[in-house]
């Protein structure tokens, strides 16, 4: 099976070097210490970039800067949606002031009619989990693309650069990046577009502040408009935007994670109870078919699904990650006993969690209160 | 010649008649008197509607409603213009609140980088004018589409409709309406949707009132796509617009008045002397080449630009215009004589609306203060 990376559609096992030359990223090598106690970066799961330099500068040299990210809550936030959310909070903690816009507009475009539903979906979803996770929303411009602000003058400025963005880029550009070309694509494409550069309007932080945008794997073609619109706008100037770009999660059954499938995923909001079940139900197996088999052979890390979700971050702990890893393959570890360890884990997450979403909902009230919303 | 009109070209002579079959309008038959107070409805110059019988009830009733209309600033406000400002203030004074904007993210669009000064233009030319003309700004709802309010919640109600339209039209029909399908073009008309519908927003007048759009004859190609978005649109029910179509303006030389050429118009910050020397050298005559021969064949007042400027509203009293137009037939007034009538008429307009001028620029400074542009 060949691989494909579209935004669209993720087949195949990813080889991410031949990703980073098809995109043209850069692999993302040694990093301040900084980074290292973050376990996505130590761990290589962030594994490309562009401008990042500009980035590592900034939180060197302690000067601000922007994190950016978006959302289009369809269903459940899981553990793939929790990559984005710890380096998040990650660069929230190092000083950034964090942009998080829920993509409402580009969900009506892609026909969902229900805004009054999805902008609860994306709080008592979404932005409870993120504040759960740790999110300051102190620190936190946290908007509707369909309500960017109650501050007239950042409104005007968000949108108009949307609409100001489209002189910048042919029909053909965006055939190229999006296949699909309907009014509705560009419209959302463009207001996408300037979700990402709008922060270095001078409405916003007063001047052009970097800002670091990290996405998944197959979420490139999106930055590099949006860097591209940037270099041709003619009423400001921009920095160019930096980005990081992570694995993907692996889903239960092997493959990404998918919203529109619960058995792929365990939810940020499903009881220890239901994750223990999905593990021991669905969670693919890098062992052997039998005990005797296994302890000769070996199991096969890479590929199992328990492994996988200590390692990128359950288990935070590298010398007990590596211990599992190592028992695991020699065969000493049977699936059984990783999957019990896993559930140990994620039934303690859970719980502490599930504890912190309920202080979460007072904090979000009052914010939103706060915000006029 | 063929005749050809689309929003971009007008080209030949115009078979008003034929437009109102190829666009689909209705012809604008017996309406109440009061409409007949007004020189371009009186005189056939408003030819053709959509469901204008909403407006007309709406005016009987005393109801509120709404005018809309939309400018570009390019060059200077000539007597085409004017054509639309008698009709917003004809409008205004039969109760309607005007909704004014300037298109200047269509004006970026469409190449123009210089905001500032495009700014500058729309103030000092044309929004004066209209105040000179009679323009009440305590009515009026006056805007840029690139800062449309102060008040936020209009602000991310208007540009979020602009962006969600987006779902509501496709390639083709777009590309049937415009030709030109650049991603500029589509954002630019779908914000110029936006523009005729948001004034039926909750956040605008409380409640959907009922709008005119007085246009060009060739502009309806815009008003139908606005009027089919409204038909689709999912999350608030909007009442069709209303809107008339008048003739085109005659330009000095014949064609249209364009304001790319300066010798086609007679702006109405030109002084008297301008003006007199334009009709003198360049306005189109419908005489004959010898005063013996016009005498016996008389001369076509149909095509003479002058006699066109007095119908146009230039001479108010339908007696006086009708003894001008005969007289001119018959030979007995020569084209000299009817150029010096037109200038004795437009001396007297020209000066009084320069003084009216001075006082709008006041009228205009507190308004632009009070509305924290």
Redesign the interface.
Known sequence: MQNKVTPWEVKGNIDYDKLIKQFGLKPLSKLPKIFQEQVLFRRGLIFAHRDFGLIVDTIKNKKSFVMMTGLMPSGKMHFGHKMVADQVIFYQKLGAKVYMNVAD?EA??S?N?N?KELHEVAISEYLTNYVALGLDLNKCDFYF????????K???AY??L???L??H???NE?KAIYGN????K???S??QAADMLHPQLPEFEGKPLPTIIPVGADQDPHLRLARDLAKRY??HKFIPISSTNHKFSFGLKGGKMSSSDPSSYIALTDTPKEAAKKINKYAFSGGQPTIEEHRKKGGNPDVDVSYQMLYYGLEPDDEKLKKIHDDYKSGKLLTGELKKYLIEKITTFLTEHHKKREKAKTIINQFLKKQGF
Chains 1, 2 share one sequence.
Do not use: E, H
Not at 145 to 152: A, G, I, V
Not at 181 to 184: E, L, N, V
């Open positions: 507009i009506y475009n026909r009619t805004l693309q369909s309500k960017r602000s109650t501050d007239s950042k409104a005007n949108y108009s949307a609409s100001m489209s002189r880029v042919t029909y965006l070309t309907d009014p509705a560009i419209s959302s463009l207001l003619k009423l």
